[in-house]
């Protein structure tokens, strides 16, 4: 009974590469939402997704930053040009969006980049 | 105004004390209520999840939800060093996004 799977846990990249961090979400749920947490602040919401389908992007940075869910295989949020302002930890959460678990949210992780 | 607001803290108190934790929110539209538990560098952990108002009770926690006047609570009876953490109070409508407050952080103290 797998919870929610991120990795890579840690990654360090140079400014102008790309990061690429991947969700797996829970057995049995296919809503998957990307957060930001930087250091002593809150989690700000990223992307809502579903399978194939954006719903919510309304707090995605407008360059350099997407977000897809494919058919098959895990959520991937994409950073590319990546500068030292995107270090922060990025978590994944997933729930079921039926019945009456609607609203829980379970989190994984998160993957913690680092920018030099 | 943000719509959940949250007070920060640093909040610490001895061990075996209960715990009073808040928030209050602006949008009327929120139907669940959440609060989550974040050890440092690890994922947000749901502790407690409510639907509507009412209170709701689980071991040594409380969660209650007062609609009318926008503000939900956690209480933590007989805390333990292990409870120091953060907490981070969420709700939603629907299947939209869970808004946070910017979480407490709590000390218990032995």
């Known amino acids: 009974n797998a919870g929610v799977m991120q990795n890579p846990r840690h990654l360090v990249r140079r400014r102008g590469q790309e990061a690429r961090l991947r969700c797996s979400p829970m057995k049995g749920h296919s809503h998957v939402y990307w957060y930001r947490q930087l250091p002593e602040e809150g989690l700000k919401f990223m992307v809502y997704?579903?399978?194939?389908?954006?719903?919510?992007e309304s707090g995605m940075p407008k360059e350099r930053f997407s977000a897809e869910f494919p058919k098959e295989g895990p959520s991937i949020l994409r950073i590319q040009q990546v500068v030292r302002g995107d270090s922060a930890a990025y978590f994944c959460?997933?729930?079921?969006?039926?019945?009456?678990?609607?609203?829980?949210?379970?989190f994984g992780e998160g993957s913690r980049l680092t920018v030099l | 105004q943000k719509e959940v607001e949250q007070d920060p803290g640093p909040l610490s108190v001895p061990e075996g004390a209960i715990v009073s934790l808040n928030c209050t929110y602006s949008?009327?539209?929120?139907?669940?209520f959440m609060w989550y538990r974040q050890y440092s560098r690890k994922g947000p952990e749901l502790l407690m999840y409510?639907?509507?108002?009412g209170n709701k009770e689980d071991g040594r926690f409380t969660a209650q939800v007062d609609k009318s006047s926008k503000y939900i609570s956690l209480f933590i009876r007989d805390s333990q060093p292990s409870d120091s953490a953060t907490y981070l109070c969420?709700?939603?409508?629907?299947?939209?996004?869970?808004?946070f407050g910017t979480g407490t952080r709590l000390t218990i103290i032995p």
């Open positions: 997704l579903q399978k194939e389908n954006i719903i919510d």
């Open positions: 949008n009327s539209a929120f139907q669940y």
């Open positions: 969420a709700m939603r409508r629907g299947n939209e996004k869970l808004t």
């Open positions: 959460a997933s729930s079921s969006g039926a019945g009456s678990t609607t609203g829980e949210l379970f």
């Open positions: 409510t639907y509507s108002s």
